[in-house]
């Protein structure tokens, strides 16, 4: 039953690796984010997507690759972890000119 | 209790008492505003939104108010429980898709 869905909630890594998290939502939205929230809780986006297609690319570095299968499906790909990754990501999704409707975050943890 | 000035980044209110949060905005182009509420280990819930052709929205317990000419965005929380102890988020939309957060204020209600 849940709206938006992501996974893993968890994820401890080494510096150097490459990781993904996935993103689901059921509620039929045509628009996924990917949000970034830093230690003191500021909130940055960083993608967005619209029916398969990127809609925003915010300044991110190109280590960070999202991939949107279907309309439902948003997933973030993150190559050569550095430890300054190390945050919680947020998906989100939306109909157009609505509210966001955010899952429960992945903490990620670079060591 | 009330954050006064622009932001304050922690609001600490009596139980029972009203509470007011304040949030300016950047974007005069924005026509979208949504307070959205996170607790810990949580996503951000959505609590109310307003647009630009309004400028008082009232919700169970909770009013939010639009000035646009001072862009200033405020949130009261009427008779403040515990339950209500959460970082609270302002959030401006505009033409772009892009929903943009500002810094979150931490309410912390005493029993």
């Known amino acids: 039953d849940t709206a938006v869905s992501q996974t893993p909630k968890y994820l401890v890594t080494q510096m150097g690796n490459d990781k993904s998290i996935k993103c689901e939502q059921n509620?039929?939205?045509?628009?996924m984010y990917w949000y970034k929230q830093d230690s003191k809780k500021f909130l940055k986006i960083m993608f967005s997507?619209?029916?398969?297609?990127?809609?925003i690319n915010e300044t991110v570095p190109n280590r960070f690759s999202p991939k949107s299968p279907d309309k439902a499906h948003l997933n973030l790909h993150i190559n050569s972890l550095e430890l300054g990754d190390s945050a919680v990501y947020f998906c989100?999704?939306?109909?157009?000119?609505?509210?966001?409707?955010f899952g429960e975050g992945s903490r990620l943890t670079v060591l | 209790g009330e954050s006064v000035g622009l932001h304050l980044p922690t609001l600490s209110v009596q139980e029972g008492d009203n509470s007011i949060i304040n949030c300016a905005y950047s974007?005069?182009?924005?026509?979208?505003f949504i307070w959205y509420k996170q607790e810990s280990g949580k996503g951000p819930q959505f609590i109310i939104d307003i647009r630009s052709n309004m400028d008082k929205r009232q919700g169970q317990r909770v009013t939010v108010l639009l000035n646009k000419t001072v862009k200033h965005l405020s949130l009261q929380i009427a008779a403040t429980q515990p339950g209500d102890s959460a970082v609270y988020f302002c959030?401006?939309?505009?033409?772009?898709?892009?929903?943009?957060f500002g810094a979150g204020t931490t309410v912390t209600v005493r029993a």
């Open positions: 997507y619209n029916n398969k297609e990127l809609i």
């Open positions: 509620l039929g939205h045509d628009t």
């Open positions: 959030a401006e939309k505009g033409p772009s898709p892009k929903l943009s």
């Open positions: 974007n005069s182009a924005s026509d979208y």
């Open positions: 989100a999704s939306s109909r157009d000119t609505g509210e966001l409707f």
